[in-house]
């Protein structure tokens, strides 16, 4: 078994180089690979300053949401979690709202960024208060719609009260979701704490092995669930805090791909973690690409995208476990 | 200290929730090699005394020692490596395989690196030791309530504990499936083993049990062996009922009669 889970992310692996190549010569201007080793090539600039910062951001993001999704369905044994569905993201982008809204978040990206994170903190504290460990899966879904609503109601509020029609166009553009035009700078502010989270939720694959049966055994199998609970915290705060402060809300990553692994892997949640990061770089890296294939006046949005990929997934995840729930 | 070098043992403790006592000042102590049966009416206190008792619970007062050691003071992982439990109605959460679910008793001993030489011959001798072998490979969620019962006991059997505690055990199987678990169960302690469960039913408590300890609104009502301590008089007090008890072949025949 573990060396089909090595098969499978080896598999993985040889997609992302692949995305990446594609990723580097796909877009508005086709940059073919003889243009890559000439740096006197005029293309060179957009290959260096514009698609590979929203290469890197896109496995980054990917590979953190996807770790974030796997996670959080480990420790709830909720197929249903991930950051996206239960609200983080859109606490972490009311989190960003805000400053833009008060203007803060143009001056200072970190404000704007640790805004996100600090939000997606708290939406996480509030996941675990409101529904719990163990909780069925109402409980959690509807922790994560009361999260939805609220921060759905801050975005609108901070919509209606924008001081200018600038601002209100700075922040729906921005809560679309989108890996375009991003710099090196934004890759250099997000890598670090993606990373740091990605690593901390890592941590945490012995204990969402034990959680499979239970907070009690897994207590009696000698873990510590505090210790589970707040690395789970900090490392889903960051990673989603960080990933929708440089690219807006893209939903449905944490969702899909563990879902998707899941029986590839032999179900274990511990051993899911890895290859949802290797998955989720390469879901949203292959979304990005595809976005900028479709032939459209202005780029459609990748959150958008992964939208309309995402909620008819979602739909047919609902009644399959409908069905096996019945 | 009276407690036995090693054995494991409740000394007065005391548990209330939100004001009401659940458990009051029990003490109780359990040899290895032997099968002991708490049982008592719904709310009696078993669960929580089983709790204790593995150390999942911090008793308000008292203490619980495990070969002569404070079971709070322990390392979690020393405590789940001597002493297994098992959880009433587990739920097992992702398809995972019977061969996985066992690995997961080596959680006590195993780091991020996952599960070395030694925890897989375990794990393969628990699936021997429960009869388990066949069905190793097949998920947790397409096995026979009986099929199930034995894998989890070979995940608690595989952190090669010297205590098992089992909450309920016997829930949800049919009557030949209850006899094979609880054969299992004691041929685990016959190998020198300490078996503590809790058990709803009398009967199956009497046919098992070397020593059947009865709680009754937090204390303990009787403590011993089964045809001295399951007595019509003991039934009448503790649970309210008219019963007729008889040794019969399989242990104690207890014919109810009805509510007093």
């Given at each position: 078994m573990t060396g089909r889970t090595v098969a499978i992310q080896l598999g993985l692996l040889i997609l992302i180089a692949a995305l990446c190549v594609a990723s580097l010569m796909v877009g508005p201007v086709h940059v073919p690979l003889?243009?890559?080793?000439?740096?006197?090539?005029?293309r060179w600039p957009i290959i260096l300053e514009l698609r590979l910062p929203r290469t890197i951001l896109a496995l980054a993001v990917g590979a953190g949401l996807g770790t974030a999704g796997a996670a959080m369905q480990g420790y709830t044994r909720?197929?249903?979690?991930?950051p996206g569905a239960l609200g983080v993201s859109a606490m972490a982008a009311l989190g960003a709202v805000l400053t833009l809204y008060l203007g803060a978040g143009g001056t200072q990206p970190w404000v704007l960024s640790t805004a996100a994170m600090a939000m997606a903190m708290l939406a996480v504290i509030l996941l675990l208060a409101l529904?719990?460990?163990?909780?069925g899966v109402t409980t959690f879904v509807l922790a994560g719609v009361i999260l939805q609503t609220l921060a759905g109601a801050g975005v609108a509020l901070a919509l209606s009260l924008a001081p200018n029609p600038w601002a209100v166009t700075e922040i729906v553009n921005w809560l679309m979701g989108s890996l375009a035009d991003r710099s090196l700078d934004e890759v250099r502010f997000a890598l670090p704490f993606i990373g740091a989270g990605v690593v901390l939720i890592l941590f945490t694959g012995r204990a969402l092995d034990a959680l499979t049966l239970g907070e009690t055994s897994a207590r009696s199998l000698s873990v510590d669930l505090r210790v589970t609970r707040a690395l789970l915290a900090v490392g889903v705060a960051l990673v989603t805090g960080a990933s929708v402060a440089v690219t807006g809300v893209i939903g449905f990553v944490g969702l899909i791909v563990p879902h998707l692994l899941r029986p590839l892997v032999g179900s274990r949640p511990g051993a899911l973690l890895l290859p949802s990061a290797l998955g989720g770089a390469v879901l949203v890296l292959a979304a990005d690409v595809t976005v900028r294939i479709i032939p459209s006046g202005n780029e459609v949005k990748l959150g958008i995208a992964m939208a309309a990929l995402g909620g008819p997934f979602f739909f047919v995840l609902l009644l399959s476990l409908r069905r096996k729930l019945a | 200290m009276t407690a036995a070098p090693t054995g494991l043992s409740a000394e007065r403790i005391s548990v209330s929730l939100s004001g009401q006592?659940?458990?009051?000042?029990v003490s109780v102590e359990f040899a290895r090699g032997g099968v002991t049966a708490i049982v008592g009416p719904n709310g009696a206190g078993k669960s929580t005394l089983l709790a204790c008792l593995a150390g999942l619970r911090r008793p308000d007062g008292g203490a619980v020692t495990l070969d002569g050691a404070a079971i709070l003071t322990l390392r979690p992982r020393e405590r789940a490596r001597r002493l297994a439990f098992l959880e009433q109605?587990?739920?097992?959460?992702?398809?995972?395989?019977v061969r996985t679910l066992v690995g997961l008793g080596r959680t006590p001993f195993?780091?991020?690196?996952?599960?070395g030489v030694n925890d897989h011959s375990a794990v393969e001798a628990a699936l021997i030791r429960t009869g388990t072998t066949a069905f190793a490979d097949r998920p947790v969620n397409t096995l026979s309530g009986g099929e199930r019962a034995r894998a989890l006991i070979a995940r608690a059997l595989a952190g090669e504990p010297d205590w098992l505690l089992a909450d309920e055990p016997l829930t949800g199987l049919d009557i030949g499936h209850q006899l094979d678990t609880l054969a299992l169960l004691r041929a685990l302690a016959a190998d020198g083993r300490g078996v503590v469960l809790t058990l709803h039913d009398l009967a199956l408590a009497a046919r098992i049990a070397a020593r059947v300890i009865v709680l009754h609104e937090g204390r303990i009502a009787a403590d011993g062996p089964p045809s001295e301590v399951l007595t019509a008089a003991l039934l009448a007090r503790v649970y309210g009922v008219e019963a007729v008890v008889a040794p019969g072949p399989g242990g104690l025949a207890i014919d109810l009669v009805g509510r007093l």
């Open positions: 003889s243009a890559w080793t000439d740096h006197a090539d005029a909720n197929p249903l979690a991930d529904a719990g460990v163990g909780s | 006592p659940i458990l009051s000042e109605t587990p739920q097992v959460a992702w398809a995972i395989d195993t780091g991020a690196r996952g599960l």
